[in-house]
């Protein structure tokens, strides 16, 4: 099975507007975390947000806020007030805690911001 | 600061040689793991070291191998190229080892192109 899921192969926002990027994951760890990662042309990964297995409230990172579900599975990026730098590839991620030497990754999801 | 460093940024190799490349992490980050990018996909776990020692192995053939050195920078090494081996090849540098929160920073990759 796979350990994330990212259904949405590519996605299109209009400037200013918010947009979400759906991820779900799979794990029978109680002790987990899970990333969104940004990934421009240039390949490099930049870390956008974190959310802790245990954390009670949803993680924030300025225009970045994660809604985390966890009966559900899901961790959903929200981008709001979209740039067109956000134009890019975004990967959710997990790590799982005993086994953290690893990250498990989407398949992506492309996002362009239209202007 | 500098960030994570790879070279070379971009390499053309023929099938069945052999490719070596380099990766030079954050200062002060002892753990320095190597993930394979194939286009189109997430990218997916190869090796990860920690003081200078193995502590993780993803589902890669012995063909891949990888060693740290004592000033923490790393090399990974492949064997026999196949076609199959063209990839984006990212590392990511950790001060940790094993938890589950701490995200690791990446490098921009090299693209290895087998022909």
């Not at chain 2, 190597?34 to 053939?61: A, D, H, M, S, T």
């Amino acid at each position: 099975a796979q350990k994330i899921t990212q259904t949405q192969p590519g996605m299109f926002v209009q400037e200013k507007e918010a947009v979400t990027l759906d991820c779900t994951y799979d794990t029978s760890d109680p002790s987990y975390g899970l990333f969104w990662y940004k990934q421009p042309s240039s390949g490099e990964m930049i870390f956008l947000i974190y959310q802790g297995s245990y954390d009670q409230q949803n993680a924030t990172e300025g225009r970045y806020s994660l809604n985390f579900q966890k009966a559900r599975k899901s961790a959903n990026l929200v981008i709001s007030a979209s740039q067109l730098g956000d134009s890019a590839m975004y990967f959710c991620a997990m790590r799982e805690f005993n086994t953290g030497n690893q990250f498990y990754f989407g398949t992506g999801t492309s996002l362009t911001v239209i202007p | 600061d500098a960030g994570v460093t790879q070279s070379p940024t971009h390499l053309i190799k023929t099938r069945g040689q052999h490719v070596t490349l380099r990766c030079s992490p954050i200062s002060g980050h002892k753990s320095v793991s190597w993930y394979q990018q194939v286009l189109g996909q997430g990218p997916q776990f190869i090796f990860q070291y920690y003081e200078k020692e193995e502590r993780g192995r993803g589902n890669f053939p012995d063909r891949f191998s990888a060693r740290q050195f004592p000033n923490y920078s790393s090399e990974l090494n492949v064997n026999a190229l196949l076609l199959g081996d063209s990839a984006l090849y990212l590392c990511a540098s950790s001060t940790s080892r094993n938890s589950a929160y701490d995200g690791y920073t990446f490098g921009s990759g090299t693209r290895l192109t087998v022909v």
